[in-house]
């Protein structure tokens, strides 16, 4: 810089880009963090690169400055990376023997080594005479080059080099399981509260099970049904390959008076590609992993004992809504199921049965729409009859009690048409935008309504997609209320109807997620809207992917039609498969009209939407309001608090802010609550939902613990503080 270059004031150009890099180092420290060593290491290795050639074509101050940068950032950033690596491979007992490794292998080698290669490039290079007498070389532009060429020579050993141990990873048994041996077959409630009938039989238990690779056996035994085949549950905890198909079979005893005209045999989901046989004889095929469906087998059984098997095949194909499914799950990336992972059940219906029920609800009755059966149609409603023809039907309710969290009220209701009868329920309550003192708020039923929520994934330490029994489900909805929240996000993942009733019961909330589909990129959907860059960004989609985003969004909103605790969707989260963000609201919007829609939680703002949403984690929150729009801070927090002998992984964890124990947890979220939280209610916050409900895998920032033993707050402190945030909202 000074001699080569003639740069007597260099430091102005070295240092900032000294201080820069130093800070893009702390960033590549997450970059580490969520794509691991050799993601990260490659861009190091990229910002080198970039640098040395930018320095080896310039001479100039500005040019050479944003070289400087490159090279620096690349360097330390290299440093940190490599340093993590070493820390992340350490066996226990040995951080000493591994510290002397990384010394001899970031200060001696470089120290022996490079000095040899710089004097070899430059051994034909200026000489000058130092104060003290000696001489030095004067390094000039070739040095970027052999710098290049080194790192572009040891590059194909980089790629190729095994960079990670496999994570110590921990069974985990949840409160729940013991319910399994109490029970004997899992789920064996009715698993349609909203349209049951009495001829219902449940096939969940044991099965028979292998899995085919190539045409052979690669796996013979038992699965325990609902459960997937990578869950402990299941029995058989194996990873189910790209190119495994699952078969499943089960014998069907159908006794004689379960028989009526037509046989119905139910699917809750299966995860991804289902062909389904009765009797050897093909009965139907299914595509896509979280919506239930229903073939007729009425045709392929007979008296006596029949056959029913199930082919399976989950390539995790991507086109196919697959939520945070992962062939390499780390970070807020989980363990991918496969295969059968909700109830398959039977029932046996009249000709003429009634297909479906949709129930829309107003603040005084119901609009009621029975599809099916015969043109007469009865209503029994609180003890009175009522008869109609045709599909609709007006019930109004003399003294009508409202659903609210608060005050979860649920009305019975059974339905008659011809032979068939089904029994169902539902809830009077209404949700809509509305401005009230001059601020656009989310409105339960009329009413301004605080959502004072969290981020629910739907994973267990156990069953993965499913807790052990309902009671999981029971239990997570009950612990939250007691914590004083009413509201839940799930993300990105539908679950069993049931879940929805334990929110109609119970009085939850539910913002409601799409399940994403097509490419995710870290960079442009994760780390450029972390630095800033939040708008104008969409992706492309084929065909298939834009078909089958479409008919799961679709299926989500007909399967929750009828839930009043479903108040709210959201679309898109974080850009992950983004696209046609201002179609896809007015086409489900159109759909469903009677809930609130958030077009994209967290960035990437297109014109329509409902709602004004951000999701805020690495800086202070701070929201402006958007004329007409709530604001809804869609994802915060993201604390993380390692409970020993509670955790999945105890290698790794991943969290935003780390807390070392749960009364730093404690104080940590309460100081996040009253200092962030509750000035954004002032200036019109209308809903906020903390990360997370429970840790996942390698999150640890849950208020419940991943096996659901612990919960890390006092849920005393936490409603009361709840109570706080509610109060203030009222009192704008």
């Keep these: 810089y000074e001699v080569s270059l003639g740069m007597q004031d260099y430091v102005f ?21 969520k794509k691991g060593f050799r ?29 400087s940068l490159f090279m620096m950032s690349g360097y330390l950033a290299g440093m940190a990376v490599f340093g993590a690596l070493i820390r992340d491979l350490t066996p226990d007992g040995r951080s000493g023997q591994f510290q002397g490794i990384r010394i001899f292998s970031q200060v001696l080698i470089p120290g022996v080594v490079g000095p040899f290669i710089g004097k070899t490039i430059l051994d034909k290079a200026e000489v000058i005479v130092n104060n003290d007498g000696t001489t030095s070389f004067v390094p000039n532009r070739m040095i970027f080059l052999g710098a290049a060429v080194v790192l572009l020579a040891v590059l194909p050993f980089f790629l190729i080099t095994k960079t990670t141990r496999s994570p110590r990873l921990i069974s985990l048994k949840t409160p729940f399981e013991d319910d399994l041996t109490a029970t004997g077959i899992p789920f064996a409630d009715h698993p349609r509260p909203q349209m049951k009938r009495n001829s219902f039989c449940c096939l969940n238990g044991t099965w028979d099970f292998r899995i085919e690779r190539n045409g052979h056996a690669v796996y013979t035994g038992n699965i325990l049904v609902p459960f997937a085949p990578e869950s402990r549950l299941s029995g058989v905890e194996r990873t189910v390959e790209k190119e495994d198909v699952l078969v499943y079979e089960k014998a069907l005893y159908l006794q004689p008076d379960f028989i009526k005209d037509r046989v119905l045999l139910h699917f809750g989901a299966v995860d991804q590609y289902a062909t389904v046989f009765v009797n050897d004889r093909k009965i139907g095929e299914h595509t896509g992993g979280y919506l239930p ?26 086109d196919l809504p697959y939520g945070k499914q992962t062939d390499k799950r780390g970070g807020m990336w989980y363990t991918k199921i496969s295969g059968i992972w909700q109830t398959v059940w039977l029932e046996s219906v009249p000709d003429g049965y009634i297909e479906s029920v ?43 009690i409202r659903w609210t969290p608060e005050h979860p009220h649920l009305y019975n209701l059974t339905i008659s048409s011809g032979k068939d009868t089904v029994f169902s329920y539902f809830g009077l309550r209404t ?86 589909n097509g490419p995710y990129h870290f960079i442009v959907d994760t780390a450029l809207p972390t630095l800033g860059l939040r708008r104008g960004i969409e992706h492309s989609a084929s065909l298939e992917q834009r078909l089958s985003f479409e008919q799961t969004a679709l299926g989500i909103q007909n399967a929750l039609y009828n839930h009043p605790s479903v108040v709210y969707y959201t679309i898109f989260n974080e850009g992950w498969g983004q696209f046609d963000t201002d179609y896809w609201y007015h086409l489900l919007k159109s759909a469903d009209p009677t809930r609130v829609y958030d077009a994209t939680s967290g960035w990437f703002k297109t014109r329509e939407s409902d709602v004004e949403s951000d999701h805020i984690y690495f800086k202070k929150i701070k929201l402006k309001p958007v004329k007409g729009k709530p604001m809804v801070l869609s994802e915060f927090g993201g604390y993380a608090c390692k409970i020993p002998h509670h955790a999945f992984n105890l290698d790794k964890t991943f969290g935003y802010y780390i ?24 200036k019109g916050l209308c809903a906020c939902i903390l990360t997370q409900l429970s840790d996942v895998e390698d999150e640890t920032n849950g208020l419940l613990t991943y096996d659901r033993q612990l919960l890390k707050v006092d849920a005393t402190v936490m409603k009361s503080l709840a109570d706080s945030l509610i109060t203030r909202f009222h009192q704008q």
């Design 431 to 516: 949700i809509s935008i509305g401005e009230v003192n001059g601020k656009p708020r989310i409105l339960l039923n009329g009413k301004p309504y605080f959502c004072h929520g969290l981020l629910d994934q739907g994973y267990y330490s156990d069953g993965i997609f499913l807790p052990a029994s309902e009671r999981g489900f029971e239990s997570d909805i009950l612990q939250m209320k007691a914590c004083g929240f009413n509201t839940l996000r799930k993300h990105i993942k539908l679950e069993p109807d049931i879940y929805y009733y334990y929110c109609d019961k119970y009085g939850m909330l539910v913002f409601q997620d799409m399940i994403n």
């Design 659 to 682: 807390c070392t124990d749960t009364n730093h947890f404690q104080s940590a979220l309460c100081s996040l609550y009253e200092t962030q939280v509750a000035p954004m209610i002032d």
């Design 293 to 318: 469906f229903s073939l007729d087998i009425t045709a392929a059984i007979h008296d006596g004992e029949n056959h029913l098997r199930v082919e399976v095949t989950d390539p995790l194909c991507r």
């Design 39 to 67: 993601f990260s290491g490659l861009l190091a290795v990229t910002s080198l690169l970039l640098g040395y050639a930018v320095l080896f074509f310039t001479k100039t101050r500005l040019p050479v400055f944003i070289g």
């Design 13 to 33: 150009v070295m240092a900032p880009a000294i201080i820069i890099a130093s800070i893009v180092t702390a960033l590549w420290g997450k970059v580490y963090d």
């Design 358 to 400: 949709k129930i829309t609800p107003d603040l005084n009755g119901i609009d009621l729409v029975v599809t099916g059966g015969v043109s007469q149609k009865t209503i029994v409603f609180e003890g009175k009859e009522y008869t109609f023809t045709g599909d609709s039907f007006r019930l109004d309710i003399k003294h009508p």
